[in-house]
């Protein structure tokens, strides 16, 4: 059963403001210096940056951690970050159309598993939304040489299978050219992911499962800006025919 909104807020708020207190008064914090933060704090809103915060603060995986904690067979979850959009369109197969500039080195990756309920069941009438960069590392929102959409589509499920074609993706960088980007060139942090691929599964009857997959030798599978890599959900992707290929079984836990 869940906690009144009121109730939780009474619980949470206070021990967040007693800890801020406890922050400045270790570090001796100046008035120059709290009101920097608000006006940094007041930026990131403006831009809205407040999820990319969330993110590269590792603050999106804790809370993905503290959400999830069952172990009963179900795909692991995942940060779903700021670039996922609504409403993407409805994909037979593929997910992307060419674009100039696309990369001569681009390889076109097939993915495909099963969806099915964590008792075994196939669920025929899951939904599969997916999100990911082109090959070479940008995603629609910022690559004006791609069609909007591109690389994002909603797919089904019959007889609780899926295959979508698409490209493999590359490691990208978070946005840099806001006050995030500022905040992590400060503290030295890199801005780069790993390439991955999102997914957000839904079914009748099931939690809604947001997650991420990636490959393998990737750079930053190590090193990533959000912290977010599951080994759980490092796939491999194998040569087949004059294409690669990546299985992805889901498992989602009932309602
Ligand atoms: C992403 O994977 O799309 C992403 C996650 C966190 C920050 C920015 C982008
Ligand atoms: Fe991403």
Redesign the pocket.
Known sequence: MSVPTETRLTQVVPDVIQAIHEVLERHQVTEEEWLAALRFLTEVGRADEF??LS??TRTSVLIDALSHTDEDGATASD?E???YRDDPPWREHRIYEDYEGMGEDAEVLLVRGDVTSTDGTPLEDAVIDVWQTGPDGG?DLWDSRQPAYNFRGKLRTPGGKYEFQTMLPKPYT??TDGPVGRYLEAIGQHPW?PA?I?FKVAAPGHKTLVT?VFFPDDPYLENDT?G?VKPALVRPVEPEGDHLACRFDISLRSA
Do not use: E, W
């Open positions: 999820i990319l993110d590269v940060v970050g700021p670039l995603y978070v946005p992911r991955h999102h991420q959000i977010a």
